[in-house]
């Protein structure tokens, strides 16, 4: 099954927040992006609950930079004499691109969309999606750093750290384990100590037992009902769900059916 796509996605700004320096409400990006931020980008370039993304490698392609700003994030909480806004200072890094290598997995939790999984299928959407820069916005991290992707060949062209023998990280966040991905019914947070080689940084699955693991709260996974919440390519429950009152708050989306029947093909 061919399940695997590269892509460079770079930026002017990067910022994989460390946890321990958002205490305090201010942030400091760690070099590296994270396992959970660089499953974001591939899932904004094209996702469906009925795979997993899974990260393989990432090879950074320019130098550490990094820059501060200082920005005025709203207090929600605050008394009558306080100010609307706090100062605090965002460590930045600056000029970034990287190779991505990700492969997808079916969701065998998921047993309701069994029949979404399609050989080929999902692979050419993924693969015409990276070419387009993706189905939605890509964030570098967060949603201040707009980021860009493109396809590519994995270890092609220059990198800034090629003849970097090892270099050590430390302990580092890895990424979340989510209900509808493990079958459980537990938010669990993972963490690991990375090495990058020759400019390359190759990460352990999400089920590796060397992950240190932080069990987080009880969660549920969302369940899908045919004709409930959950249509496929049956026109005729896409639209019963698209009249039902909890879409009154998104009017464009039901005049996408008129009376007879579904408009253009486009949803």
């Not at 060397?210 to 496929?232: C, V």
């Not at 429950?237 to 009017?251: C, G, H, I, Q």
Request: glycine share 10%; aromatic share 12%.
């Amino acid at each position: 099954m061919k399940n695997d796509i590269s892509f460079v996605a770079s930026g002017r700004y990067a910022l994989f927040s460390d946890p321990v320096t958002r205490v305090g409400g201010e942030k400091c990006s760690y070099h590296i992006p994270t396992y959970e931020a660089l499953k974001g980008i591939a899932k904004s370039v094209y996702w469906k609950p009925t795979f997993i993304w899974i990260i393989e490698k990432v090879r950074v392609l320019r130098p550490f930079r990094t820059q501060t700003k200082g920005v005025k994030p709203i207090k929600f909480a605050r008394g009558a004499n306080d100010a609307p806004n706090d100062l605090s200072i965002y460590t930045y890094l600056a000029d970034v691109a990287y190779q991505v290598q990700a492969r997808f997995v079916w969701n065998e939790h998921r047993p309701e969309l069994a029949g979404d999984r399609i050989d080929g299928k999902h692979y050419e959407i993924a693969r015409r999606m990276v070419a387009r820069g993706g189905r939605q916005d890509v964030f570098l991290g967060t949603r201040d750093c707009q980021g860009y992707v493109e396809p590519c060949v994995f270890g092609e062209g220059q990198g800034a750290y090629d003849d970097l023998d090892e270099l050590a990280f430390g302990l580092m966040f890895h990424g979340f384990d989510y209900p509808d991905e493990t079958g459980g019914e537990r938010f669990v947070a993972r963490f690991w100590k990375p090495v990058m080689r020759k400019g390359v940084i190759e990460f352990p699955g999400p089920d590796d037992p060397s992950l240190l693991r932080k069990d987080i709260r009880a969660m549920t996974p969302k369940a899908f009902h045919p004709e409930r919440n959950f249509a496929g390519c049956n026109e005729e429950a896409l639209r019963r769900l698209l009249l039902e009152p909890e879409t009154a708050a998104y009017p464009d989306a039901r005049t996408l059916l008129g009376g007879d029947g579904a408009q253009g093909g486009t949803l």
